[in-house]
């Protein structure tokens, strides 16, 4: 198979699957992977096996979850248009609007759907403001009880996503807490309360026997079905990106370029300022590894070989699925990565590849 593929691999995507459907059933919350996460649909029939259903962050993500994912549909985007609301309605089975606003807006049409609303609690654990739903000055939902209270029953749930890579149960209970004593009283009036994504709870020390207790501890103090949001908690290690070196040079450093661009196919990384992945990243050789786009930090990470890189090796950057597949971008006309599934008896095949005329057919 030719690089720069993502490798999706399903045995490394099954311990996850697993934890999952383990927590549903331990404590009766529904899970509903989001989509803005991951939207890589060839392996939703899988996945679809262990979560209840799709979340979304836009009408194309709804009507992408609705064809793709089998189960529940949760409709949910920070403002809808006039003329994208019918067709959202039409895709999902929940709605949940981001403010007072729309959902009076949009009162006439949904008074058939279930309605739910997005809430603020004020509080989060994103350590960047640029993914902090509880920054200062937030849109992203209603913060004022009483408001909320006064709409209560226009609305059965409400949606509380304010955990953002959140790998502490301690944390994550605290938070919630501090949303029971600034909510309870409307919650005690919801039929379903999502507590949204960013709760790593699949990852290896996270106590998810604990959280299970609290979830169902939750759920029936209130009287409630609870749903989880997992993006990142679902894919999390499933993915890695597959590149070749093309060539190697010397600048006061190894320099190492490889068919792919950190700022194309990793985009996530970048924002973020992170480096890339890669294992086991030993041994005696130091080498930055490069992007053949022609920006200056179109750089992946400096990382330690066994032996000098070389036009022709195979690099594997690890843990590439959650927020990268959906941010690929077509900068400098570098190929779009393929997508190769790897199934549970080791074989792998191609469910995508891109050329010229996707590159050219994505402007005009
Ligand atoms: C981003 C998001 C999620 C998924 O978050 P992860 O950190 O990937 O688990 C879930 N729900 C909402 C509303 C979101 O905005």
Redesign the pocket.
Known sequence: MQTPYYLIDKSRLLPNMEKIAWLRAESGAKCLL?L??FATWSVFDFMSEYMDGS?S?SLYEVRLGREKFPGETHA?SVAYADHEIAEVLAHSDKIIFNSIGQLKKFAPQSAGHIRGL?VNPGVSTSEFDLAD?ARPFSRLGEHDPDEIDAIADQITGL?F?N???NDSFDRFDEMLTLIEDRFGKVIHKMDWISL????HFTGADYPLDRFAARLKGFAERYGVQVYL?????AISGAATLEVTVLDTMHNGKNLAIVDSSIEAHLLDLLIYREPAKITPNTGDHAWMVCGKSCLAGDIFGEFRFDAPLKAGDRLSFQDTA??TMVKKNWFNGVKMPSIAIRELDGSTRLVRDFDYDDFAAALS
């Open positions: 989001a803005k996460c979340t962050s949910y997005r739903p949606m996503h955990n953002c890579e949204g994504g960013g709760i949001e997992p993006g990142e908690a959650g927020y």
